[in-house]
Protein backbone atom coordinates (compact mmCIF):
# COMPACT_ATOMS: atom_id res chain seq x y z
CA UNK A 1 0.00 0.00 0.00
CA UNK A 2 0.81 3.55 -0.36
CA UNK A 3 3.35 5.05 1.98
CA UNK A 4 4.58 8.44 2.97
CA UNK A 5 6.88 9.14 5.54
CA UNK A 6 7.71 12.81 6.28
CA UNK A 7 10.99 13.85 8.29
CA UNK A 8 13.13 16.43 9.23
CA UNK A 9 10.89 18.95 11.34
CA UNK A 10 12.19 20.21 14.63
CA UNK A 11 12.83 23.84 16.23
CA UNK A 12 14.42 26.18 14.27
CA UNK A 13 14.79 30.31 15.03
CA UNK A 14 13.70 32.46 12.62
CA UNK A 15 15.76 33.34 9.11
CA UNK A 16 17.42 29.94 9.76
CA UNK A 17 16.93 26.32 7.56
CA UNK A 18 15.56 23.28 7.50
CA UNK A 19 14.92 20.18 5.17
CA UNK A 20 12.32 18.24 5.53
CA UNK A 21 12.23 14.82 3.53
CA UNK A 22 9.23 12.29 3.00
CA UNK A 23 10.07 8.61 1.75
CA UNK A 24 8.02 6.94 -0.40
CA UNK A 25 6.96 3.26 -1.23
CA UNK A 26 4.15 1.44 -2.28
CA UNK A 27 3.94 2.88 -5.64
CA UNK A 28 6.44 3.91 -8.77
CA UNK A 29 7.31 7.15 -7.44
CA UNK A 30 8.84 8.39 -10.22
CA UNK A 31 5.67 8.51 -12.04
CA UNK A 32 3.41 10.77 -10.03
CA UNK A 33 3.89 14.42 -9.11
CA UNK A 34 3.96 15.33 -5.43
CA UNK A 35 2.79 18.30 -3.11
CA UNK A 36 3.43 19.36 0.71
CA UNK A 37 0.90 21.22 2.23
CA UNK A 38 0.71 22.89 5.65
CA UNK A 39 -1.31 23.23 8.20
CA UNK A 40 -0.35 26.18 11.45
CA UNK A 41 -1.50 25.50 14.91
CA UNK A 42 -5.36 26.26 14.71
CA UNK A 43 -5.68 27.01 11.03
CA UNK A 44 -6.47 25.68 8.35
CA UNK A 45 -4.89 23.85 5.65
CA UNK A 46 -2.53 25.32 3.06
CA UNK A 47 -1.16 24.78 -0.24
CA UNK A 48 2.63 25.19 -0.39
CA UNK A 49 4.58 23.60 -3.48
CA UNK A 50 4.37 20.51 -6.09
CA UNK A 51 6.67 18.93 -7.92
CA UNK A 52 6.43 16.87 -11.42
CA UNK A 53 6.67 13.91 -11.52
CA UNK A 54 10.32 13.81 -13.12
CA UNK A 55 11.35 17.19 -11.13
CA UNK A 56 11.54 19.25 -14.37
CA UNK A 57 8.49 21.99 -12.89
CA UNK A 58 7.36 23.52 -9.70
CA UNK A 59 5.12 25.78 -8.22
CA UNK A 60 4.86 27.22 -4.80
CA UNK A 61 2.02 29.02 -2.59
CA UNK A 62 3.20 32.96 -2.86
CA UNK A 63 3.65 32.64 0.71
CA UNK A 64 6.73 30.38 0.40
CA UNK A 65 8.06 31.27 -3.45
CA UNK A 66 11.52 32.56 -3.33
CA UNK A 67 12.20 30.96 0.04
CA UNK A 68 11.46 27.41 0.02
CA UNK A 69 12.55 24.61 -3.02
CA UNK A 70 11.04 21.80 -3.52
CA UNK A 71 12.91 18.70 -5.29
CA UNK A 72 12.78 14.87 -5.91
CA UNK A 73 15.27 12.31 -5.89
CA UNK A 74 13.58 9.23 -8.01
CA UNK A 75 16.50 6.82 -7.43
CA UNK A 76 15.93 7.59 -3.69
CA UNK A 77 12.26 7.48 -4.07
CA UNK A 78 12.09 10.50 -1.57
CA UNK A 79 10.71 14.04 -1.96
CA UNK A 80 12.53 17.04 -0.21
CA UNK A 81 11.25 20.69 0.76
CA UNK A 82 14.18 23.07 1.92
CA UNK A 83 13.19 25.88 3.61
CA UNK A 84 15.32 28.47 4.15
CA UNK A 85 14.65 32.26 6.01
CA UNK A 86 12.15 30.51 7.61
CA UNK A 87 9.75 32.98 9.58
CA UNK A 88 7.62 32.44 12.71
CA UNK A 89 4.67 32.05 10.04
CA UNK A 90 6.05 28.94 8.71
CA UNK A 91 5.65 27.14 12.05
CA UNK A 92 2.81 24.06 11.15
CA UNK A 93 3.13 20.71 10.79
CA UNK A 94 4.19 19.30 6.82
CA UNK A 95 2.20 17.05 4.77
CA UNK A 96 3.71 15.30 1.45
CA UNK A 97 1.04 13.58 -0.41
CA UNK A 98 0.05 12.10 -3.83
CA UNK A 99 -2.64 13.22 -5.70
CA UNK A 100 -5.25 13.72 -3.32
CA UNK A 101 -5.61 10.93 -2.24
CA UNK A 102 -2.43 9.65 0.17
CA UNK A 103 -0.73 11.63 2.42
CA UNK A 104 1.43 11.10 5.10
CA UNK A 105 1.58 11.61 8.57
CA UNK A 106 3.16 14.75 8.78
CA UNK A 107 6.12 16.64 10.07
CA UNK A 108 5.99 19.59 13.27
CA UNK A 109 8.23 22.80 12.11
CA UNK A 110 8.48 25.23 14.78
CA UNK A 111 9.91 28.63 14.08
CA UNK A 112 10.92 29.95 17.31
CA UNK A 113 13.50 32.46 18.91
CA UNK B 1 -5.84 32.20 -7.89
CA UNK B 2 -9.00 30.62 -7.70
CA UNK B 3 -10.48 30.90 -4.89
CA UNK B 4 -12.59 28.39 -2.95
CA UNK B 5 -15.23 29.79 0.00
CA UNK B 6 -16.39 27.14 2.56
CA UNK B 7 -20.29 27.72 4.30
CA UNK B 8 -20.52 27.70 7.03
CA UNK B 9 -17.40 27.65 9.61
CA UNK B 10 -19.48 25.65 11.50
CA UNK B 11 -22.53 23.69 12.09
CA UNK B 12 -24.26 21.36 14.95
CA UNK B 13 -26.28 18.73 13.87
CA UNK B 14 -28.38 15.91 16.06
CA UNK B 15 -26.87 12.22 15.83
CA UNK B 16 -28.72 10.62 12.54
CA UNK B 17 -29.57 13.87 10.99
CA UNK B 18 -28.29 15.54 7.84
CA UNK B 19 -25.46 17.96 7.75
CA UNK B 20 -24.36 19.75 4.74
CA UNK B 21 -21.29 22.00 3.57
CA UNK B 22 -20.91 23.96 0.99
CA UNK B 23 -18.25 25.00 -1.57
CA UNK B 24 -17.86 27.69 -4.21
CA UNK B 25 -14.93 27.89 -6.32
CA UNK B 26 -14.48 31.55 -8.45
CA UNK B 27 -14.21 30.08 -11.29
CA UNK B 28 -14.75 26.54 -13.05
CA UNK B 29 -12.69 23.59 -12.17
CA UNK B 30 -13.80 21.23 -15.29
CA UNK B 31 -11.54 19.08 -16.51
CA UNK B 32 -12.36 19.16 -19.86
CA UNK B 33 -10.41 15.40 -20.22
CA UNK B 34 -12.81 13.94 -18.90
CA UNK B 35 -15.55 16.10 -17.82
CA UNK B 36 -15.05 15.97 -14.14
CA UNK B 37 -14.60 18.78 -11.60
CA UNK B 38 -11.14 19.00 -9.56
CA UNK B 39 -12.69 19.60 -6.70
CA UNK B 40 -11.65 17.24 -3.49
CA UNK B 41 -13.08 16.89 -0.03
CA UNK B 42 -11.50 15.88 2.97
CA UNK B 43 -12.04 15.22 7.08
CA UNK B 44 -9.65 16.37 9.43
CA UNK B 45 -9.08 15.29 13.17
CA UNK B 46 -6.76 16.51 15.52
CA UNK B 47 -3.43 15.23 15.26
CA UNK B 48 -3.94 13.23 12.25
CA UNK B 49 -3.63 13.98 8.30
CA UNK B 50 -6.06 14.59 5.66
CA UNK B 51 -8.32 11.92 4.96
CA UNK B 52 -9.57 12.26 1.36
CA UNK B 53 -13.75 11.63 1.43
CA UNK B 54 -14.69 12.87 -2.06
CA UNK B 55 -13.11 13.49 -5.68
CA UNK B 56 -13.39 14.47 -8.93
CA UNK B 57 -16.55 16.14 -6.79
CA UNK B 58 -18.83 13.23 -6.27
CA UNK B 59 -16.20 10.09 -6.22
CA UNK B 60 -16.32 8.41 -2.69
CA UNK B 61 -13.06 7.39 -2.04
CA UNK B 62 -12.39 3.40 -1.21
CA UNK B 63 -13.47 3.05 1.96
CA UNK B 64 -15.42 5.98 2.75
CA UNK B 65 -18.85 5.30 4.16
CA UNK B 66 -21.70 6.04 1.37
CA UNK B 67 -23.15 8.12 3.94
CA UNK B 68 -20.96 10.65 2.54
CA UNK B 69 -21.64 12.09 -1.23
CA UNK B 70 -20.41 14.99 -2.96
CA UNK B 71 -22.31 16.87 -5.70
CA UNK B 72 -21.97 19.97 -7.93
CA UNK B 73 -24.29 22.78 -10.30
CA UNK B 74 -21.53 24.94 -11.99
CA UNK B 75 -19.12 26.19 -9.53
CA UNK B 76 -21.12 25.18 -6.77
CA UNK B 77 -20.27 22.00 -4.76
CA UNK B 78 -21.64 20.15 -1.62
CA UNK B 79 -20.70 17.66 0.31
CA UNK B 80 -23.21 15.51 2.50
CA UNK B 81 -23.50 13.55 4.92
CA UNK B 82 -26.60 11.57 5.51
CA UNK B 83 -26.89 10.38 8.73
CA UNK B 84 -24.32 11.90 11.38
CA UNK B 85 -22.47 9.81 13.53
CA UNK B 86 -20.14 10.39 16.30
CA UNK B 87 -16.87 9.57 14.28
CA UNK B 88 -17.85 12.17 11.85
CA UNK B 89 -17.02 15.03 14.48
CA UNK B 90 -14.12 16.89 12.66
CA UNK B 91 -13.32 19.97 10.54
CA UNK B 92 -14.04 19.15 6.52
CA UNK B 93 -12.29 21.44 4.28
CA UNK B 94 -12.84 21.48 0.45
CA UNK B 95 -9.98 21.93 -2.01
CA UNK B 96 -9.73 22.60 -6.07
CA UNK B 97 -6.82 20.75 -7.69
CA UNK B 98 -8.07 22.73 -10.97
CA UNK B 99 -4.97 24.82 -11.26
CA UNK B 100 -1.71 25.92 -9.00
CA UNK B 101 -1.93 27.65 -6.67
CA UNK B 102 -4.39 24.47 -5.60
CA UNK B 103 -6.60 26.23 -2.84
CA UNK B 104 -8.58 24.81 0.05
CA UNK B 105 -12.00 26.26 1.45
CA UNK B 106 -11.70 27.65 5.50
CA UNK B 107 -12.92 24.68 6.63
CA UNK B 108 -16.21 23.83 8.59
CA UNK B 109 -16.39 22.41 12.20
CA UNK B 110 -18.98 19.89 12.39
CA UNK B 111 -20.44 19.15 16.15
CA UNK B 112 -23.21 16.92 17.48
CA UNK B 113 -26.33 18.98 18.39
Known amino acids: QVQLVESGGGVVQPGRSLRLSCAASGFTFSSYAMHWVRQAPGKGLEWVAV????????YYADSVKGRFTISRDNSKNTLYLQMNSLKIEDTAVYYC??????WGQGTLVTVSS | EIMVTQSPDSLAVSLGERATINCKSSQTVLYSSNNKSCLAWYQMKPGQPPKVLIYWASTRHSGVPDRFSGSESGTDFTLTISSLQAEDVAVYYCQQYYNTPQTFGQGTKVEIK
Open chain 1, 51 to 58: ISYDGSNK
Open chain 1, 97 to 102: GRNVTD
